[in-house]
């Protein structure tokens, strides 16, 4: 028996996202072979073959399977999974070199960032305006820390101590500012803030 083991779709960017396995078994023999035919596949458990009573010389079936991508995929970066097929002649199991596919996955790590100030106006020189920073991990892969940001008006930026981030989850990071007379001379204060991860 061989197995050419082929995937569809070639990539995936998304938890819960189906990879279809198509497995073409076929007797590569000078004998004819006794179904049931049955693919493994160390990756999936719902290999499905036709039902064939039995495979000549040259002749050939296609199963199939599927996979359901997690988080841990996205983040390796690809699957590879490695099938063999099975028949028999007589009473002797005849079993395929194995074949490997691996799909790849699309990765896209980012962070987003939202700023909020208290309060939102000030009238006095000392006055302290706080800011919280609401860092978001808006990609599909887990991102690790730790998790800083910068601020063009503030010296204290603090984020909570934090291993890594799943896709979509957030920390809360704080910074503070002092006004000082210029800032009540110009009338406002404006501050760019942008975060980013260790690793």
């Known amino acids: 028996l061989s197995i050419v083991k082929t ?17 073409v078994v076929e007797n590569a023999g000078n004998v004819t072979l006794a179904g049931p035919f049955t693919v493994a596949d160390d990756k999936t458990s719902d290999e499905s ?5 039995s495979l000549a010389p040259g002749a ?25 097929a099975s028949g028999s002649f007589g009473a ?9 596919e ?19 106006a000030y009238g006095a020189v000392g006055q302290v305006i706080s800011y919280s920073f609401e860092v978001t991990n808006s990609g599909n892969t887990t991102l690790g820390g730790p998790f800083t ?7 204290d930026e603090s984020c909570p101590a934090t291993a890594s981030l799943a896709p979509g989850a957030s920390i809360t990071c704080t910074a503070s500012y002092t006004i000082a007379q210029a800032d009540l001379e110009s009338g406002s204060v404006t501050n760019l803030a942008s975060a980013s991860n260790g690793t």
């Open 7 to 23: 995937a569809s779709p070639a990539t995936y960017s998304a938890v819960g996202q189906v990879v279809s396995y198509s497995f």
């Open 49 to 53: 073959c036709p039902v064939t009573a």
């Open 60 to 84: 050939s079936i296609t199963c199939a399977a599927s996979y359901t991508i997690v988080q841990a995929d996205l983040d390796a970066g690809s699957v590879t999974n490695v099938a063999s």
């Open 92 to 100: 002797t199991t005849v079993t395929s070199p194995t074949d490997s």
């Open 102 to 120: 691996t799909v790849n996955a699309v990765q896209s790590p980012a962070l987003s960032i939202v700023k909020s100030a208290t309060p939102a």
């Open 149 to 155: 940001v910068s601020d063009d008006k503030t010296a």
